[in-house]
C-alpha cells in the first residue's frame, strides 16, 4: 500500500499544479473547480493508504525483491449477494433527479436511501448470519 499511497499523492501535486495553470489560463471556473476537487479526492485517498500502509505487515507489492506468487492467497471477504446497492443507487437517481425535476422526488428518494444504506450496514446481523 505504501507505493499506491506515493502515487496518489504525487498524482495530487500534478492535479493541483494542473488546475493553478488552468485556472488561470482558461478563466473557466467549472473545470477551475472540477480540477481542485480531484486534488482533494486524489490528497484524500493518497492520504488514507499511506496512513494504512503504516498499520500493517507489508504487502508484496511493496517489496523489490517480491514475485507474482508472493502476493497469492486469500484477500479477505467479499459479500457474495447483495441487493442494498441497486436501492442506493436508485434512491440516488431519484435524489439527482429531483434537482430536474421538482424537490418532491426528495420524497421517494430519501426512504430508498436509508433503507438501502441501513440494509447495507446490517444486513450480517440477522438471519442464518447473525453472530450471538
Same mark, same amino acid.
Given at each position: @500500500?505504501? &507505493?499506491?499511497?506515493? @502515487? ?11 488546475? &493553478?495553470? $488552468? ?6 471556473? !467549472?473545470? *477551475? *473547480? !472540477? #480540477? ?7 490528497? @484524500?485517498?493518497? $492520504?488514507? #493508504?499511506?496512513? *494504512? !500502509? ?20 486469500? &484477500? ?11 436501492? #442506493? ?11 430536474? &425535476? ?9 426512504? #430508498? ?17 447473525? *453472530?450471538?
Amino acid at each position: @500500500m505504501k &507505493i499506491q499511497g506515493k @502515487m496518489f499523492l504525487w498524482l495530487s501535486v500534478f492535479i493541483l499544479v494542473m488546475a &493553478i495553470i $488552468y485556472g488561470l489560463w482558461s478563466k473557466e471556473p !467549472a473545470g *477551475t *473547480t !472540477a #480540477l481542485f476537487l480531484a486534488f482533494g479526492l486524489s490528497v @484524500m485517498i493518497g $492520504y488514507y #493508504l499511506a496512513f *494504512t !500502509a503504516r498499520r500493517v505487515d507489508a504487502g508484496a507489492q511493496d517489496d523489490q525483491e517480491a514475485d507474482v506468487a508472493d502476493d497469492a492467497g486469500e &484477500i479477505g471477504f467479499f459479500s457474495p449477494h447483495s441487493w442494498q446497492p441497486l436501492a #442506493l443507487g436508485v434512491g440516488g437517481a431519484f435524489a439527482f433527479l429531483a434537482i430536474a &425535476i421538482g424537490w418532491w422526488l426528495l420524497y421517494f428518494s430519501a426512504p #430508498l436511501i436509508l433503507v438501502g444504506l441501513w440494509g447495507w450496514v446490517f444486513e450480517y446481523y440477522r438471519g442464518e448470519n447473525r *453472530t450471538q
